[in-house]
Nanobody, 124 residues
Framework: QVRLVESGGGLVQAGSSLRLSCAASGLTFSRSAMGWFRQAPGKEREFVATISGSGINIQYSDVVKGRFTVSRDNSKRTVFLQMNNLKPEDTALYYC?????????????????WGQGTQVTVSS
């Protein structure tokens, strides 16, 4: 059974940083591309970043590029999202997702497994 568990969310002020983690179990982690998505109330789920199984191929949305960094530690079966210079518009429920392919993309439908999400709230 595949399980993805996010952690690290919280309430912070604008300009602050947070580091999200997503611990995976039940899948061949090093061969699974991982993605981060977010969803704000009343909005569609939005792509944030994706990282290939090897960690070499990385893609960000234009909105977070330069502020967020995705990484992974395959020995710990964990993917991270370092978020710097947070803005109120970054407020959302953040999800990690796993693709059965070693390289993925920005489309939510490409991902097979999803976590329950961790809330990030940025106050102005």
């Amino acid at each position: 059974q595949v399980r993805l568990v996010e952690s690290g969310g919280g309430l912070v002020q604008a300009g602050s940083s947070l580091r999200l983690s997503c611990a995976a179990s039940g899948l061949t982690f090093s061969r699974s591309a991982m993605g981060w998505f977010r969803q704000a109330p009343g909005k569609e789920r939005e792509f944030v970043a994706t990282i290939s199984g090897s960690g070499i191929n990385i893609q960000y949305s234009d909105v977070v590029k330069g502020r967020f960094t995705v990484s992974r530690d395959n020995s710990k079966r964990t993917v991270f999202l370092q978020m710097n210079n947070l803005k109120p518009e970054d407020t959302a429920l953040y999800y990690c997702a796993a693709d059965l392919a070693i390289i993925s993309n920005s489309a939510p439908l490409s991902y097979t497994y999803w976590g329950q999400g961790t809330q990030v709230t940025v106050s102005s």
